[in-house]
């Protein structure tokens, strides 16, 4: 069983940056579609990225493209999220996850079964 854990979260101002990591456990993780999903207080749970199991696609959110870059170092079993140019609509729970029904990016939620417990990301103004 792959477990996640996420790290990297923290306060920023607005059009400051951040990198989210997301390590995981379990050899089986390097044929898993990874994501990254957000909740804002008071909002559903949304899609942000995801990549394939080797890293060679990815898709994004269209409110976070061309600002956040989501890469996987299968080597070290991680994931990152790297986020740029940060806005106060950002501010939200991160969470990590991992699909084992797909080893291709995927924005479906529902696909993902594994879940990190999420790193708090707050932009200020």
């Known amino acids: 069983q792959v477990q996640l854990v996420e790290s990297g979260g923290g306060l920023v101002q607005a059009g400051g940056s951040l990198r989210l990591s997301c390590a995981a456990s379990?050899?089986?993780?390097?044929?898993?579609?990874m994501g990254w999903f957000r909740q804002a207080p008071g909002k559903d749970r949304e899609f942000v990225a995801a990549?394939?199991?080797?890293?060679?696609?990815?898709y994004y959110a269209d409110s976070v493209k061309g600002r956040f870059t989501i890469s996987r170092d299968n080597a070290k079993n991680t994931v990152y999220l790297q986020m740029n140019s940060l806005k106060v609509e950002d501010t939200a729970v991160y969470y990590c996850?991992?699909?084992?029904?797909?080893?291709?990016?995927?924005?479906?939620?529902?696909?993902?079964?594994?879940w990190g417990q999420g790193t708090q990301v707050t932009v200020s103004s």
């Open positions: 996850a991992a699909s084992p029904s797909t080893p291709q990016a995927t924005g479906v939620m529902g696909l993902y079964k594994l």
């Open positions: 379990g050899r089986t993780f390097r044929s898993y579609a």
């Open positions: 990549i394939n199991w080797i890293g060679t696609s990815t």
